[in-house]
Structures are given as structure tokens and as C-alpha cells.
């Protein structure tokens, strides 16, 4: 049975979602295609991608997997509640009838740790329940101290209150099943900090912090068939950076690094906690990649957004997936969506507030309601109502009308004086320093009479570009990647930085311009080594940390370094101005 099996996940993963004919959601026009083939994917089965590993789909929103060993079974999470954890136990003890031998739960989500009980009463005394050691910490603080607040949005996200005739599946997994009197928890009794060995039911599980989606995420992986559970770090749909329901934004560069090293593992069966298996090492490198790929870039394009001073409004409207990766059948929208997760990076880097004085103070949502239905009764153009609330000191009131016709006009002349005088207004007798500083810039700016300019690189004292980190230096190339202009690119370079002083060791760093995105990567030297092997550097650059950290900053040239022998290239000075020209200024 397990050949046809892998003829299908294998065309699922590379053509992606298809609808078979027993799909439970009707496809009609008010549901994508798409979406219901998403859907169609997940209805409810028992997987065995590879022999002795059992994966059940569709029972909750995340599947339940059971690995085989010779002696017992080492189950990895456990649904969210007794129900679906007892029927998904049952439908895996069709498959194997071994006894359980030790719990994994791969993060603290509801829809993985919530059943856990199940397993525990189905297993021998004291079975090992595994986790990270802040899983338990987090379970605690969304069960307790934010109960109301996710309860009431994770209710409108995942569709909970919809009738089945209304049902659309939930992106990842079919439908989410939680109810606080099926909670089942079973607490971790052993836990890991960055790794730990399972020995359990004769198998060797090695367990690997991997922060992600959440950040006490653990992969399991066993190295002997080369089998990767990459918990909730991939599934099959562009990933939430940030998700509606309410969490803190995702550190996106911890998660790509996580990736990155699953990539490593150079895995030939991947067997997410959400969707569909992935097999063959040449499939399982191209969801890992395209995955990094697209979480880099959203990151990357944003935080080069952000130090051109666009808003998040800007941003997310503005910032879209290269086509190959927005094409990707492992990257479709059915989950996560490119402008929530824009928002997620500016807000984990900048916070709530965009930047511009007219929102930084707003008035109350129900004056603000009152307001804007008075003035589209009064039927006045936008200017004049600006004009009508300056006359009559409403100082944020005709702040957020003028940033209207500011944001239509960015250059119109009228529209700058009106929003100046407005934050002038709310300037005035203002308590607080910051509030009244912002606003008197900014109206300052707007009349051209000021122009906020950030300092160039090489204003900085030598000696604080000399003793700041390299990695500082290097991690900058992604972000300032004008990813337009590489949509075609496939350019690489190793750098490797001899250093000057003995106690400092030396360092590699390898990057890869890849369609669009930057990959940048510490290396050792066998890894460079390796890397260099595998495919022959555009450009390799040698030099001193100190050295590039100097040219880098605009303190020394590059001609006058390489005149000196300071500065080695191999490639020619031509490809170091490619790589620069690619970066914003």
C-alpha cells in the first residue's frame, strides 16, 4: 500500500492542491477553487508516507503522528481535546496495535497539546511527556491571563460559530475542534532547552529547538531514514508572521534560520504537524527553500520599506511575493497573507505607530464615527471641511481629513499648509514633550522650511566602526536588496575575513542572491569549503573584518584597499559593483 501512497504525495507536492471526487466542501461561488481544493486535501485520512510512520489527517486542525519502532510507538502531538485525540487513536490503532512509548508535543498550541491525556492513559505508567521547557510556561499564560481575548478571536478566525453549510476548511487543517470541556492536557514531564534524544519504543528521536511560529517550537528527526517533523515551521500555505487571532509578530530571521537549518539535514521525507507529507530530498529542499525564500523576502522588502519611511498602510500594499514564489503550491494565501504579515514585521520592529503626527493621536472611534457621518451629509469637498474644522480649533480632527488629502496629493501645496496648521494646533499647550516635538517637525517639514535627513555612514568616529560586530555589517545586505531588480538573478559570493588581531578568529560568510532574495549564511570553514565546491562563486572577496567594516562604511575605498593588498578579489572589482549596485543607497 505505501507505493501509491507516494505516487500521490508526490504529485500533490509538486502540482499542488487537487479535489478528489469524496471532497466534503462543495466548491460554488462563494468559495475560491482554490480553497476548496485546499480543503479537499485535508478531509479526514490515515497516511503512511513512509513505513511505520502513520499520519492522521483531519481529525483536528493538526494532524496526530505516530512513529513505529521495533518495540512501541513515539507519538508527536496530540490534538486539541479528548475528542479528536480518541478518534484519531483509534483510527491509528487500525494501523499499528504496539504499545505507546513516549509523547512528543512540538509547541504550545491549543490545536497540538490539548488531547494529550489520551495518549498518556493510553500508554504505560509515567510515559514520557516531551516538550521545550517554555511550552508549558505559554499554555499557561493563554489559558489563564489572555483566555477571553484569544477564545473570542480564535472563535472568529477558525470559523467555530459557522454552520457546517457554511464550512471552508481553515487553511492548514480542516476544521479546529476546541471546547474547553474536552481540554485534555496532559503537562510535559520532560523537556529540552535546545536538544534532547528520545529513546522510546526502540526508535532514536532526535528533538531540536527550531523557533518559528512559535518560539519554543521542536523538530523531531530521525537521522537514520532522514525523516524531518518540522512541527508547525512549514505547512502547506504562506505562513503567519503574524496571525489575526492575536500573538505576538514571529521573529521572521529566527524562523528563516530554523529553515535553514532543516535544510541541512538535507531531509528525504518531510511530515508536517499541518497538510500533506513531502517526499524525496529534491521535493522536501524545494518547499524548505521556497518557504525561507518567502519569509525572507516579506521581511527583507519591509525593513527596506521602513528606512525609506514608508507606513505599514504603504507597505502592505505594495509588497507582493516574487511570480515564482507567489506561484508556488506551497506559498498559496489559504492561511497566512502577505500584508498581515508586512504589518507583523513593522509592528515587531516599530510598534503600533506609522510615523505620520495625524494618527498618533486619534479621536475616540465613536466621535471619530460621528464626525465622518456628519461630514458626508454636509456634502462639502474635503478641503473646505478642513478649512471649518482649523476655524474652529478641532485640531485631530481636521489632522486626519487633511492627511486625506496629503495622502491623494502627496506634492499638493494647499494640502501640506492645511495639515501643518492642524498639527500646530495640536502642538499647542500640549503636555507632553515628545508628542509636541513630533508635531512641530513634522509641520515644519510639510511647509519645506525643515528636511530630516539621516547621516551617512562614514560620519560615524572610526573607532566605533571598528568595534562594531561584522555580522552587524554583513545581516544589512539582505534588507537593503532592491529585490526588482534580481527577479532573474542566480549570483553568488563567499566572503572570508581574515582577521588582524590573533585573539579574533576568522569568519566566512556565504551569500546568494537568489530571485529576488538574499540569502546570507555564517559558515565554518568546511562548510565554506563545501559551499564553494558545490557550485563556483561569482565572487569571493578576502579582507579583514576591519577592512570591509571600513569600506563597507565609506571610510576607505575599495580601489585604494585592493591597491594595498588589504582587500582580495576573485572575480574581478566588476562583480563587487554588481553586488553594490543591487543595494539601496
Not at 345 to 363: I, M, N
Not at 401 to 427: E, F, I
Amino acid at each position: 500500500m505505501v507505493l501509491p501512497l507516494l505516487v500521490l504525495l508526490w504529485s500533490c507536492a509538486a502540482r499542488g492542491p487537487a479535489s478528489p471526487p469524496e471532497a466534503a466542501v462543495r466548491a460554488d461561488a462563494e468559495l475560491h477553487p482554490d480553497l476548496v481544493a485546499q480543503s479537499a486535501l485535508l478531509r479526514r485520512q490515515v497516511l503512511e508516507p513512509a513505513e511505520g510512520v502513520y499520519v492522521a489527517v483531519g481529525f483536528g486542525l493538526a494532524n496526530i503522528i505516530f512513529l513505529e519502532g521495533p518495540t512501541g510507538v513515539v507519538v508527536i502531538d496530540a490534538g486539541e481535546g479528548r475528542a479528536p485525540a480518541t478518534e484519531a487513536l483509534a483510527a491509528l490503532r487500525e494501523r499499528t496495535d504496539k504499545p505507546l512509548s513516549a509523547l512528543v508535543l512540538t509547541h504550545n498550541h491549543a490545536d497540538h497539546v490539548m488531547g494529550g491525556q489520551v495518549f498518556v492513559e493510553a500508554g504505560p505508567p509515567e510515559m514520557p511527556v516531551w516538550a521545550h521547557e517554555t511550552t508549558e510556561v505559554r499554555v499557561d499564560e493563554v489559558v489563564h491571563v489572555l483566555r477571553e481575548a484569544t477564545w473570542l478571536r480564535g472563535q472568529r478566525m477558525f470559523g467555530a460559530l459557522l454552520p457546517p453549510e457554511r464550512e471552508t476548511g481553515d487553511g492548514i487543517g480542516m476544521r479546529l475542534r476546541f471546547a474547553t470541556e474536552d481540554i485534555a492536557l496532559a503537562r510535559p514531564t520532560h523537556t529540552l532547552a535546545e536538544a534532547a534524544v528520545v529513546e522510546a519504543g526502540g526508535l532514536r528521536v532526535e528533538l531540536l529547538h527550531a523557533p518559528g511560529e512559535t518560539d519554543d517550537q521542536v523538530i523531531a528527526w530521525l537521522p537514520d531514514r532522514r525523516i524531518l517533523l518540522p512541527a508547525d515551521n512549514v505547512y502547506q500555505a504562506f505562513p503567519n508572521l503574524y496571525t489575526i487571532r492575536g500573538t505576538p509578530p514571529r521573529d521572521p530571521l529566527a524562523w528563516v534560520d530554523s529553515l535553514d537549518r532543516m535544510r541541512d539535514l538535507r531531509p528525504d521525507l518531510l511530515v508536517p504537524q499541518h497538510t500533506l507529507p513531502v517526499l524525496g530530498q529534491e521535493a522536501v529542499q524545494d518547499v524548505l527553500t521556497a518557504w525561507r525564500d518567502a519569509i525572507q523576502f516579506v521581511h527583507d522588502q519591509t525593513v527596506r520599506g521602513m528606512n525609506a519611511g514608508r507606513t505599514p498602510d504603504e507597505l502592505a500594499a505594495t509588497i507582493t511575493l516574487p511570480p515564482h514564489l507567489a506561484a508556488h503550491p506551497w506559498l498559496a494565501e489559504h492561511y497566512g497573507r502577505v500584508p498581515w504579515c508586512v504589518r507583523g514585521v513593522y509592528d515587531g520592529y516599530l510598534g503600533w505607530f506609522d510615523g505620520r503626527a495625524s494618527t498618533l493621536e486619534p479621536l475616540p472611534p465613536q466621535e471619530r464615527a460621528r464626525r465622518y457621518q456628519a461630514a458626508f451629509q454636509a456634502g462639502l469637498p474635503l478641503a473646505d471641511q478642513v478649512q471649518a474644522a482649523l476655524d474652529l480649533g478641532e485640531w485631530a480632527w481636521a489632522a486626519e481629513l487633511a492627511q486625506l488629502l496629503v495622502d491623494a496629493d502627496p506634492q499638493d501645496r494647499q494640502a501640506r499648509a492645511l495639515l501643518a496648521r492642524a498639527l500646530d494646533g495640536l502642538a499647542r499647550g500640549h503636555v507632553n514633550a515628545n508628542a509636541v516635538n513630533w508635531y512641530r517637525t513634522e509641520a515644519l517639514e510639510l511647509r519645506g522650511e525643515v528636511t530630516a535627513r539621516v547621516s551617512p555612514p562614514d560620519a560615524a568616529p572610526l573607532d566605533l566602526v571598528d568595534g562594531l560586530p561584522l555580522h552587524a555589517f554583513m545581516a544589512a545586505i539582505p534588507t537593503r536588496l532592491q529585490a526588482e531588480e534580481v527577479q532573474e538573478v542566480d549570483w553568488r559570493a563567499l566572503f572570508h575575513f581574515t582577521e588582524e588581531e590573533p585573539s579574533q578568529a576568522e569568519a566566512w560568510y556565504s551569500l546568494h542572491v537568489r530571485r529576488g532574495v538574499a540569502e546570507l549564511r555564517r559558515r565554518d570553514a568546511q562548510q565554506a569549503a563545501a559551499w564553494r565546491e558545490e557550485r563556483a562563486p561569482d565572487l569571493v572577496v578576502t579582507t579583514s573584518a576591519r577592512t570591509w567594516k571600513r569600506v563597507a562604511s565609506g571610510h576607505e575605498g575599495a580601489v585604494g584597499a585592493l591597491a594595498s593588498g588589504r582587500l582580495r578579489l576573485e572575480g574581478g572589482i566588476d562583480e563587487l559593483l554588481r553586488l553594490q549596485g543591487w543595494l539601496e543607497r
